[in-house]
């Protein structure tokens, strides 16, 4: 099974541009192992380079419009992600925020 395979490889591999592209793949293969794997490592996605941190705004995204009450698994992560030092991750993040969100509080902080 791909899939499988490619977790087993995100798990063991330390090159971000490697972990990127495999986590973009099962994201585009298999939603539910991506999601899985953030669940997993929703502690270290700022370790997890640029690249890879925008591809998890987009996976939260799309998680977060097919289903709504998933939102609080993100909601952590995209305030970290807006200390990001990458200006990129940072404007994705706050813009993630305010399209999941219409609380004063989220749109606040995607202000600042």
């Known amino acids: 099974d791909a899939a499988e395979l490619i977790q087993n490889f995100l798990q063991s591999e330390s090159d971000l541009t490697a972990r990127r592209n495999a986590f973009l793949m099962l994201f585009k293969v298999d939603q539910e192992r991506a999601v899985s794997f953030y669940a997993e490592n929703a502690d270290s996605v700022m370790k997890f380079g640029d690249g890879f941190q ?19 698994r993100f909601i952590k992560v995209l305030f970290q992600l807006l200390q990001s030092a990458s200006s990129a991750v940072a404007f994705e993040a706050a813009w993630t925020l305010v399209s999941l969100s219409a609380a004063p509080t989220a749109v606040r902080a995607a202000a600042t």
């Open 54 to 72: 925008l591809i998890i705004l987009e996976m939260t995204r799309k998680v977060c419009r097919q289903d709504p009450a998933q939102k609080s």
